[in-house]
């Protein structure tokens, strides 16, 4: 039930703020260092401990953060796996913070999930152009989020079957998650990779704008095609003369062409 969710952040709120009596802006929960991180940026603090504390017990190490400032500054030191990040954030709100995570290489690989208020769908599209792993609409049930992080997670493991695909002028290998263009390395997002790779794998395939939402985000969203337009548009930038390898299907979506080897 939704809104157990919240009576239970309010519940869970007051224990925690036992320990916690302080204002904390950055909070690293100690967890070993072989289990995943998961940066929870989040204003709410009922809501950010009710996360923390959920995913704690699903054997997750987590990060706090209650700013978007607190949140890139943990991103940069503490390389989390992914990133649970709210829209409506004091200051620099959750898509000027995903902005920023896409301009650093060193952080554009972290997959982002946006949990927020706005379900509008201009707003879920505007989140996932903007390279949003996936996105959660408050007030929304725990199980789901966890859910959602495994599945995301599952979707940035490299594959072991084939790691380095070539395909043209286009090179990419799926261990290191890093592409090449003519021996060039280039600074892909996490999605933007994903997507470059299912076009790859698929090469001479046309690839339909929803089998690539499947593929690259993990479930369809009705409506927008957009999405997926866009992210070819910013990936045919960065690959510069290697771009000539995508080929746009009027009507129907995309497909990669060239001899793969």
């Known amino acids: 039930d939704c809104h157990m969710v919240f009576m239970r952040a309010s519940h869970y709120g007051r224990t925690m703020a036992l320990v916690h009596m302080k204002p904390v802006t950055a909070v690293e929960r100690e967890k070993p260092m072989a289990e995943v991180k998961i940066l929870i940026i989040e204003d709410e603090k009922d809501i950010r401990e009710l996360l923390a504390f959920t995913l704690a017990r699903e054997g997750f190490a987590t990060l706090e953060a209650d700013t978007g400032t607190a949140g890139i500054d943990l991103a940069r030191t503490k390389h989390p796996d992914l990133i649970l990040l709210d829209l409506m954030l004091p200051g620099m709100d959750g898509l000027a913070v995903c902005r920023q995570l896409q301009r650093e290489p060193a952080m554009a690989g972290i997959p982002v999930i946006m949990l927020t208020a706005k379900g509008e769908e201009i707003d879920r599209i505007v989140g996932l152009e903007l390279g949003a792993a996936d996105y959660l609409v408050k007030p929304c049930s725990l199980r789901e989020v966890v859910l959602r992080i495994r ?111």
């Not at 409506?223 to 771009?243: F, I, Q, S």
Request: aromatic share 4%; glycine share 10%; proline share 3%.
């Open 151 to 261: 599945s995301v997670l599952k979707r940035s493991v490299p594959s072991a079957d084939r790691p380095v695909l070539q395909c043209g002028q286009v090179e990419i290998d799926s261990t290191g998650h890093t592409a090449r263009v003519d021996g060039r390395p280039v600074d892909l997002t996490v999605t933007e990779f994903r997507l470059l790779q299912d076009l790859i794998e698929n090469r001479g395939k046309v690839r339909t704008r929803e089998q690539i939402l499947n593929a690259v985000w993990g479930h369809s969203f009705e409506g927008y095609a957009r999405t997926v337009d866009t992210h070819v548009r910013r990936l045919r930038a960065k690959l510069g003369e290697g771009a000539s390898m995508i080929e746009t299907i009027r009507g129907i979506g995309y497909r990669a062409k060239g001899q793969a080897t």
